[in-house]
């Protein structure tokens, strides 16, 4: 870089840039932030919803599964895996139903969360509540 | 080295070359179950490997990270750390709350560990990268400010530069950003859109501001190109990563439930994310060129040439790949995500932690390079390590492109498992691939006690 260019320079740009930017960002995160409500529906937020994030978390399922594209790629998609296995008798069946040891062969496996009826209930209920957000039409299809 | 204190950077490097050793193990064993799915079942399932490889990842950066600017500061500011006991015992609080938490994770079901650590009352465990409970994370806080209290004190004292500045800068933004680890909303959407507060923020941001400021050091020593030229080039490349970089955010709020005006801002300036990486691969080659020095330390400037050319290649090019909104429809959470991930991280950041430590170590024992035969090994372990990372991002990408175009292009899409069958062969490749990878990094280490003959440090 020239002379002429100076070390002070270098840095004003950076203060300066890097100010506007972050202000750009804050603005568009309080835009964002009114627009949400009607995207992601949170009037259906209920307590089995909340619960249903929570046992979420507590077992780790971002570990293997992504949701909304998020997480792991060693298992499939559950943002939309509501509407995929047309509602939530098959997830709770699929969950309840993993051996504690292992299924038999060379396929992946997932764990038995020994989760309880409740539990699954509201797993589905924030499963359903997910597949209800407007993710701009992604996935491109139902396979996720 | 200059400064007494600067050897507490010591114990920091040595905990990082340790935790990477695990962090590559648990690595080849995700890698295996890709292809065995039973492999290590139920005793330590995918999930569990997964925390275990991505969070050690962290904590060992971080080390590396700290005990860089435990090693920088002092000498940069002409003046003794204003703390090392502080320092020491930084050090070991951090070890043993990190080593808890893997053997946390690793003992018991991840479900019970949250009850163990109160996750009821403050739920923020369960998240991608942020699984640590609580308590964890409370005292990676602590951690930081004993840090930011130590390096801050000791810059106030001493000469301010441009580099420790910027580098302070860095590690303050790390610490402040990672405070939205600690914000959970029950609403997803909300807990998505704040999550990236501290992980894009982090990977895309201020950790760009210690990966400059450390490179930037390493090659005003082995260079010994003037100070005003390098930070000169500091500044304009940090510039750039913080103008493209924080509205690059938008590139992760494409189909997360957020408006679709971040598909534009998204696009447009994720888009040019790649030019502080290409900056950064002119700035390293271009002061090597002009170098007024020959250094004896050959392999600490391979590394920091490395680094800019894989950061810009990981970060840089298999970022852009798919980060135009079009195409990142098709490639959001594939092995595409995935192959971009593992050598940006190599490439940007183990690698310019490995760089200060190639720089560094042989200081912190007395002499300013290893003897010609261990860095002739280091070097075949950086040859070795770099050129496996390649072809582990080649295979994933090459079944990432496998993966979308059965699951998400076709007229007659597979299910996700069904598409995987078909990639077996690519995932057996990154896993011998993984396997070089951790022949190399053996070397690196046997690097380190290969004695012969060296020069005392000036």
């Known amino acids: 870089m020239s002379q002429a260019f100076t070390k002070s320079m270098a840095r004003n740009i950076f203060f300066g840039g890097s100010t506007f930017f972050f202000l750009l960002l804050v ?60 509602g939530g008798e098959f997830i709770k069946a699929w969950i309840k139903s ?28 924030f499963l359903k509540w997910t597949g209800e957000i407007n993710t701009a039409k992604w996935p491109p299809n139902i396979e996720g | 080295m200059q400064y007494q204190s600067q050897a507490v950077a010591k114990p920091y ?21 890709y292809v065995m799915g039973d492999f290590l079942f139920p005793e330590i399932p995918f999930n569990v490997a997964r925390m275990v490889h991505t969070n050690l990842l962290i904590v060992w950066l971080l080390f590396g990270f700290m005990g860089a600017a435990y090693y920088m500061i002092p000498e940069e ?30 003992m018991v079901p991840y479900a019970t560990l949250a009850k163990l650590t109160f996750n009821d009352l403050w739920p923020t465990m369960g998240r991608e990268f942020l699984e640590q409970p609580l308590v964890t994370k409370v005292g990676i806080v602590l951690v930081a400010l004993s840090m930011l209290f130590n390096l801050t004190m000791t810059v106030l004292k001493g000469r301010k530069t441009s580099i420790s500045i910027v580098l302070l800068m860095g590690l303050w933004g790390l610490a402040v950003f990672f405070l939205f680890s600690f914000y959970n909303p029950s609403n997803l959407v909300l807990d998505k859109y704040f999550w990236w507060w501290t992980v894009h923020l982090w990977v895309e941001g201020v950790w760009e501001l210690i990966l400059g400021s450390l490179l930037a050091f390493v090659l005003i020593k082995v260079t010994g190109v003037d100070r005003e030229i390098i930070e000169k080039w500091l500044y304009m490349i940090i510039a750039m990563v913080l103008i493209t970089g924080i509205i690059g955010m938008g590139h992760h709020y494409y189909w997360i439930g957020t408006p679709e005006y971040w598909q534009w801002f998204g696009s447009v300036f994720s888009a040019l994310e790649p030019i502080p990486f290409f900056m950064m691969t002119v700035f390293a080659f271009n002061m090597v060129n002009r170098r007024r020095r020959e ?15 894989m950061a810009f290649l990981g970060a840089g090019v ?55 035969k261990a860095q002739i090994l280091e070097m075949w372990s950086f040859w070795l ?61 046997i690097s380190f006690f290969v004695k012969g003959e060296t020069k005392e440090a000036a």
């Not at chain 1, 979420?56 to 559950?78: D, F, K, R």
């Not at chain 1, 504690?100 to 797993?123: H, I, Y």
Request: aromatic share 12%; proline share 4%.
């Open chain 1, 27 to 86: 603005a568009l995160t309080f835009d964002t932030m009114q627009v949400l409500p009607k995207r992601d529906h949170r009037e259906n937020i209920t307590p089995a919803v909340e619960r249903g994030k929570m046992v979420w978390e507590q077992n780790n399922c971002i570990g293997c599964h992504t949701l909304l594209g998020e997480g792991a790629y060693y298992a499939p998609e559950l943002g939309n895996v509501y509407a995929r296995r047309g």
């Open chain 1, 98 to 125: 993993r051996p504690a040891e292992g299924t038999p062969g060379n396929r992946r496996q997932m764990p038995q969360f020994n989760l309880t009826d409740q539990e699954l209930d509201d797993m589905v209920a």
């Open chain 2, 13 to 33: 490097f040595i905990a990082a070359i340790g935790l990477f050793v695990g962090q590559i193990l648990f690595g080849l064993i995700m890698g295996l179950q």
């Open chain 2, 77 to 106: 500011s002409e003046s003794e750390l204003f703390s090392p006991k502080l320092a020491l015992l930084t050090f070991w609080v951090f070890l043993v709350a990190g080593a808890l938490t893997i053997v946390g994770y690793l």
């Open chain 2, 295 to 309: 250094h004896p330390n050959k392999a600490a400037t391979l590394w920091a040439l490395g680094t800019g050319v």
């Open chain 2, 318 to 372: 298999w970022g852009f790949l798919h980060t135009l909104a079009p195409v990142n429809f098709y490639t959001h959470g594939t092995q595409i995500t995935a192959a971009h991930g593992h050598m940006a991280f190599y490439g940007a950041y183990a690698m310019v932690v490995m760089t200060i430590i190639s720089y560094a170590m042989p200081m912190m024992r007395g002499r300013a390079a290893n003897s010609e």
């Open chain 2, 385 to 445: 390590m770099t050129i496996a990372m390649v072809f582990i991002t080649l295979f994933l990408t090459a079944a990432g492109i496998l993966q979308v175009w059965l699951q998400r292009v076709s007229t007659t899409p597979l299910g996700f498992m069904a598409a995987q069958d078909q990639t077996v062969l690519f995932y057996w490749l990154r896993e011998i691939s993984g396997v070089i990878f951790l022949i190399g990094l053996v070397l690196y280490i």
